[in-house]
C-alpha cells in the first residue's frame, strides 16, 4: 500500500537531522525575505536527509525560486563508522560508504517539494566552481573540520547577491560549546566587508551581502 503522502503537514523535526525548530523557522522566513531583495535561487550546502531542505524548499515554493539541495550525500567526519553521530540506517554496509540520498529524495517526496528542490549531489566546492550565480539566499551547513567550513565559504560566499543573505549554522563563538570552523567562517565574512551580520538564532547566524 501506497505512503499517504503529508506534503504541508509534514513536521519538519520529524527528519532526520539537526536543526533546532527555531533555527528553522527563522530560515524559511530570512529565505523568503531575502526573495523579496534579491535576484537568485536559494542554496543550501549540506542537506544531509533533508531537514533544512523542508523548511528552505517551503520558502522557495512561496517566493517563486527553485532551492539547489547541495550535499555529497556520504556524511561528515562525525557521521562515519565508530564516531559519535554514526548512524547504522544512513550506512551502505555493501558499499562502506554513509548514503543519505535515498533519505532526503523520500524527504522531498513526502513534503511535496520535489518541484521545489534541485537535489545535486556532489562536492560543495566542485559545484561552487561551476554554479553561475547569483543566489538570494545561501545556507553554509557542511562540515565542521576547518578545510570543509573554508571551502564552503570560499565556493560560495561570492555567489551571494547584493541584498542577499548568507546563514552559517553551527555558529559557536564560546570553543566550550562546539567546534570553531563555522564560527571562524562567520568571522571571516563580517570582516570581509562583503557582508554585514543582521541577527543570530540560537546557533544560527544571518548575514547580509552589501
Ligand atoms: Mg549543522
Known sequence: MALTIPGDTLDPQSINGFLAPDEG????????????????????????CGRS??????????????????DHHRGSEEHQPG?????????DAALGRVDTLPSLRRT????????DVAAIVGSSAAVGAAFGGPASFVF??????????????RAWAGHVARGGMLAIHD????????????????????????????????????????
Not at 523557522?25 to 542537506?47: D, K
Not at 564516531?83 to 550506512?91: A, G, Q, V
Not at 522531498?108 to 520535489?114: K, Q, R, V
Not at 562583503?194 to 544560527?204: A, Q
Open 25 to 48: 523557522e527563522a530560515l524559511q522566513a530570512r529565505a523568503m525575505e531575502a526573495a523579496t531583495l534579491a535576484p537568485g535561487p536559494f542554496v543550501e550546502i549540506g542537506s544531509w
Open 53 to 70: 531542505s523542508v523548511y528552505l524548499g517551503r520558502a522557495a515554493r512561496a517566493s517563486k525560486r527553485l532551492l539547489f539541495a547541495v
Open 83 to 91: 564516531e559519535e553521530y554514526h548512524d547504522p540506517d544512513l550506512f
Open 108 to 115: 522531498l517526496a513526502m513534503a511535496d517539494l520535489e518541484a
Open 140 to 153: 553554509i551547513d557542511g562540515g565542521h573540520a576547518m578545510d570543509t567550513a573554508l571551502a564552503d565559504y
Open 171 to 210: 555558529v559557536f563563538p564560546n570553543p566550550e560549546d562546539g567546534g570553531r570552523p563555522p564560527y571562524e567562517i562567520w568571522k571571516m565574512a563580517c570582516e570581509s566587508g562583503l557582508f554585514e551580520p543582521i541577527t543570530r538564532v540560537n546557533t544560527l547566524e544571518f548575514l547580509r551581502r552589501v
